[in-house]
């Protein structure tokens, strides 16, 4: 073989794999967020017991391998203009909680916000964020959720403040996962990922409920992200998240952020809802209720490895709403083996039956059916008809099997 034919034959070798290693978050982040239980009150001594918790309960061999600290956590600068945590909140520091965290499989997210003050009015990068994100990378942190509170409306603005810190953390030396969060207001599916970020939040925060009350002015829940977030499933890829917000399983209604605007709480069957369609559409996996007192309902919905690895595809496509009316919503998702994954949400408050030939979805063969919740393979099928209970989403894994009914 010719020197040139051999030098030909790494290229197409080893290209491939270079490009793949450079994507950033090839795959959704997954982990625990501060924010929606805990609010302002984040702290060393109990985000130590919830990675523990995370260790002990198998979410970070589930994947969950983030711990993501929110808001608060901030005490201001020292007289070099550094960055430095609430020593109270987090005596040791946050390096010392980074080192921890790695020590045990998990990453660190920090968070902070591009203007002076946070949106809980903390210490924020705006004008610091070659330091900043220099502090960042000292500690070992691995992700950046960077809010926008307090900063122009405009999107023009809005493109170069991210950009600046997407940028400063590049030049940081170390590879830092960086999640935009202006709520969706300047439409981020179109800019976020030119400027630097990995996924970019396409909503206002969601609450503790299945959907805004045509009486409350604010506070989303799970059906209102979703109608935002299933739209935007052309711009999702490796690398390019829609994210729809954190996780609510297992909150019920208790205090925290989530409790405002009228989230009194969700049935088991809203939130297995929520985490099935979030899985679907490839939005991170962040959940956010308490792990250390967990409950067996929670836990089998945030630890269904069938519906995890839908949301960790590696061919990371978003699923497609095909069937969108008042009652039934159905969504498709073709993954990297060649397999599908269909969900069939009923968004009515009442149990009804449903039926689909998979021919209706563009898909001509028959399948091998399994149900992701009922962890059970139903056998060679052509279509599905079943009951649907009210707020319910059904979720298949289709696998062609040539032959059958
Ligand atoms: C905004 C974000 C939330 C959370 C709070 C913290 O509302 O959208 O997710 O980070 O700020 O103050």
């Known amino acids: 073989m010719s020197v040139m034919k051999k030098l030909g034959l790494l290229f197409l070798l080893f290209v491939p794999v270079l490009v793949h290693s450079q994507t950033v978050a090839p795959t959704p982040p997954m982990g625990w967020m501060s924010w929606n239980y805990f609010g302002e009150n984040v702290n060393e001594k109990e985000l130590k017991e919830m990675a523990n918790s995370m260790v002990g309960n198998g979410m970070v061999k589930a994947g969950y391998n983030f711990i993501f600290i929110d808001d608060g956590w901030q005490g201001g600068r020292d007289k070099k203009n550094s960055m430095i945590a609430d020593p109270v909140k987090f005596p040791s520091g946050i390096k010392a909680l980074a080192d921890f965290m790695h020590e045990r499989g998990i990453k660190l997210g920090i968070y902070s916000d591009a203007a002076q003050l946070t949106c809980a009015g903390y210490t924020a990068s705006l004008g610091f964020e070659e330091q900043d994100a220099k502090t960042f990378a000292e500690w ?101 998240w829609n994210d729809a917000d954190m996780l609510i399983a297992g909150l019920y209604g208790k205090k ?6 009228g989230g009194t709480g969700c049935t088991d069957t809203e939130y297995q809802t929520q985490f099935s369609l979030w899985a679907m559409m490839n939005s991170p996996l962040y959940a956010t209720n308490d792990l250390r007192t967990m409950n067996e309902a929670t836990k089998r919905i ?94 298949f894994r289709l696998t062609v099997s040539g032959s059958g009914s």
């Open 302 to 395: 945030l630890l269904n490895a069938e519906v995890i690895a839908l949301n960790q595809d590696a061919l990371g496509k978003q699923a497609v709403r095909k069937i969108k009316n008042d009652t039934w919503n159905v969504f498709l998702k073709p993954l990297a083996n060649g397999d599908y994954a269909l969900a069939i949400l009923n968004r009515s408050d009442t149990g009804q039956s449903f039926r689909i030939s998979f021919s209706e979805l563009g898909l001509k063969d028959t399948y091998n059916l399994r149900d992701l919740w009922m962890h059970r393979t139903i056998g060679k099928r052509k279509k599905w008809n079943g009951t649907v209970e009210a707020h319910e989403t059904k979720l």
């Open 140 to 240: 070992g942190i691995d992700y950046l959720k960077y809010d926008y509170c307090h900063a122009p409306v405009d999107s023009s603005t809005a493109k170069i403040r991210y950009k600046a810190m997407a940028d400063a953390l590049k030049k940081s030396g170390r590879e830092i996962i960086f999640g935009v969060c202006e709520w969706g207001d300047r439409q981020p599916w179109h800019w976020a990922a030119e400027a630097g970020g990995q996924l970019w939040r396409t909503t206002h925060d969601v609450r503790d409920k299945w959907k805004m009350r045509p009486t409350e002015k604010w506070g989303l829940g799970i059906l209102d992200i979703l109608d935002t977030n299933a739209e935007l499933h052309e711009f999702s890829g490796p690398g390019k």
């Open 256 to 261: 925290g952020p989530s409790g405002d605007g």
